[in-house]
């Protein structure tokens, strides 16, 4: 089994910054991807920002350039640096893990952070 805790969630004013970061525990495998996905009420949950464990990135065009998703795999822990937060960005961020294991797949999510966009 794989936990995921994250953090560094919050309120910010527009223009500002923020950084989340979550790190894995348990059974992970060594090759595999973290992300991140957002939800705002009455939308559906979005691809924010993804990494390999060989540091291969993609990006929703919405944070192109603002947000920057990384990794260090000796703590097993993703982050995302968000700049120049707009209020479109305000969601519960939600930390995803995923990968195959012998031909099967696996998706574990962490519990999700607000981030609060607003003056």
């Known amino acids: 089994q794989v936990q995921l805790v994250e953090s560094g969630g919050g309120l910010v004013q527009p223009g500002g910054s923020l950084r989340l970061s979550c790190a894995a525990s348990?059974?992970?495998?060594?090759?595999?991807?973290m992300g991140w996905h957002r939800q705002a009420p009455g939308n559906e949950r979005e691809l924010v920002a993804s990494?390999?464990?060989?540091?291969?990135?993609n990006y929703a065009d919405s944070v192109k350039g603002r947000f920057t998703i990384s990794r260090d795999n000796a703590k097993n822990t993703v982050y995302l640096q968000m700049n120049s937060l707009k209020p479109e960005d305000a969601a519960v961020y939600y930390c995803?893990?995923?990968?195959?294991?012998?031909?099967?797949?696996?998706?574990?999510w962490g519990q999700g952070t607000q981030v609060t966009v607003s003056s």
């Open positions: 990494i390999t464990s060989a540091g291969n990135t």
């Open positions: 995803h893990l995923w990968g195959v294991r012998l031909g099967t797949p696996y998706h574990y």
């Open positions: 348990g059974s992970i495998f060594s090759s595999n991807a």
